[in-house]
């Protein structure tokens, strides 16, 4: 009887704190920054949204920029990057259907990542956009600065 309870105790202690935290993440939908699997390679295109066309990725998902990072370099890291997860890639970026390729380059993370940048902003999703077409990151303050999604000239979206 012994060796029954304790594995069902164990399960109800797990479960009772919500489980780990991959099996959170995997249930609320978040991306964690730090276990996030690069994009080989990412690619980048235009669709329609309520602002005009705002650049998404192969999903269909807002990529947005933050107005705090300088220089093609991102200032998003630890909490802010579990918010706003930076888009990686594993290789070379592609362009399509109306993204510019010459405005596409990447950018290494100090936390080891190979982050897309459009323009000169790297590029970063948001954790409380769900499902394409989404954008309940534009236009948002968080983290000291201003998030947008990014139009086809590498600028904030209006």
Not at 11 to 23: P, Q
Not at 28 to 52: C, E, K, R, W, Y
Request: glycine share 10%.
């Amino acid at each position: 009887m012994r060796k029954l309870l304790a594995p069902a105790a164990a399960f109800l202690m797990i479960t009772s704190c919500g489980g780990t935290a991959e099996h959170r993440a995997s249930e609320q939908g978040a991306i964690n920054p730090a276990m996030a699997t690069p994009v080989a390679p990412a690619t980048v295109h235009l669709a329609s949204s309520s602002i005009g066309k705002i650049l998404v990725d192969d999903k269909g998902m807002t990529l947005y920029l933050f107005e705090k990072d300088k220089n093609g370099t991102s200032a998003c890291y630890d909490e802010c990057a579990e918010e706003w997860p930076p888009y990686l890639t594993k290789g070379d970026p592609k362009a399509e259907q109306g993204a510019k390729p010459d405005l596409l380059t990447t950018v290494n993370r100090t936390d080891g990542g190979t982050q897309v940048v459009y323009g000169r902003w790297p590029l970063y999703h948001y954790h409380d956009d769900k499902k394409p077409g989404d954008l309940t990151g534009h236009d948002k303050k968080e983290f000291g600065a201003e998030w947008y999604a990014v139009n086809a000239q590498g600028h904030k979206a209006h």
